[in-house]
C-alpha cells in the first residue's frame, strides 16, 4: 500500500497541522468577540486599576507567583469553603471579574492558597510580613515524628524593595473586592475588611 504525499512531506504535514490549528484558534479566539461585542464588557462594576496597582501586578508576574497560586475560585464546594472568610463561603469566580486585567494568572497549580478572593481578607501589613518573611507567620504543623515544622512553604521576598512590596500587596488587595460577599457580625456586606 502506497502512503500519501503528505505523510512523506514532513512540511505538508506541518503546514496541515498548522492549518487546523489556525481554524481552532481563530473560532475560539477571534471570531466570538466579532459576534459578540459585549464579550469584553461587564454588566458590572469592575475594579479599575491604580498606576501602583498595575506596578504590583508586574511585581507578581515577574516573581513567578502564578508557579503556585491560582486566581479562580472553581465551581467545587471544597474551592469556596477553603477560600472563603469566617465561615463564608467564596464564591465562584465570574468571567465578568477579569474585563480590566491586562495579565490573566487564573494559573493551574495550587502549592500556595487560591489568591481570587484574598483582597481585603489580611490586613495590608500582614501581606508586608508574609512577604518578608512568610516562614515566621506562626502557622506550623506537626510532623509524623512530633516535631513542628513551619507550614508555609513560600520563600521570602526579602530582595523586593519597600515600594515594591506596597506596590504588590496594593495588587493583592484588589483580588476578589469586585463583588461583595463578605458579611460582617450584623449580617451587612462588606467590602472593606481590613479594620
Same mark, same amino acid.
Given at each position: ?9 514532513? @512540511?505538508? %504535514?506541518?503546514?496541515?497541522? @498548522? ?9 475560539? #479566539? ?67 471579574? /477579569? ?11 495550587? #502549592? ?18 508574609? @512577604? ?15 516535631? @513542628?515544622?513551619?507550614?508555609? %512553604? ?13 506596590? %504588590? #500587596? ?22 472593606? /475588611?481590613?479594620?
Amino acid at each position: 500500500m502506497k502512503k500519501p504525499a503528505f505523510e512523506k512531506n514532513l @512540511f505538508l %504535514l506541518g503546514m496541515g497541522a @498548522f492549518l487546523v490549528f489556525s481554524v481552532g484558534a481563530i473560532l475560539t #479566539t477571534i471570531i466570538p468577540p466579532l459576534v459578540d461585542h459585549t464579550f469584553y464588557q461587564s454588566p458590572y462594576p469592575v475594579h479599575t486599576y491604580t498606576a501602583s496597582e498595575l506596578n504590583g501586578m508586574k511585581i507578581y508576574q515577574a516573581n513567578g507567583c502564578v508557579y503556585c497560586h491560582t486566581q479562580q475560585i472553581r465551581n467545587l464546594k471544597e474551592d469556596q469553603v477553603r477560600f472563603g472568610w469566617r465561615l463564608v463561603e467564596a464564591p465562584v469566580s465570574q468571567s465578568w471579574e /477579569y474585563v480590566n486585567d491586562r495579565w490573566h494568572f487564573l494559573g493551574t497549580k495550587r #502549592t500556595g492558597p487560591d489568591l481570587a478572593r484574598v483582597g481585603g481578607k489580611y490586613a495590608s501589613s500582614w501581606h508586608w510580613a508574609h @512577604f518578608k518573611d512568610p516562614r515566621n507567620m506562626g502557622e506550623k504543623y506537626q510532623t509524623q515524628n512530633n516535631r @513542628f515544622q513551619e507550614a508555609s %512553604l513560600m520563600p521570602n521576598f526579602y530582595f523586593l524593595s519597600d515600594g515594591q512590596i506596597k506596590d %504588590l #500587596t496594593a495588587y493583592l488587595q484588589t483580588l476578589g473586592r469586585n463583588m461583595n460577599w463578605r458579611k460582617g457580625q450584623s449580617g451587612e456586606y462588606l467590602n472593606d /475588611y481590613e479594620n
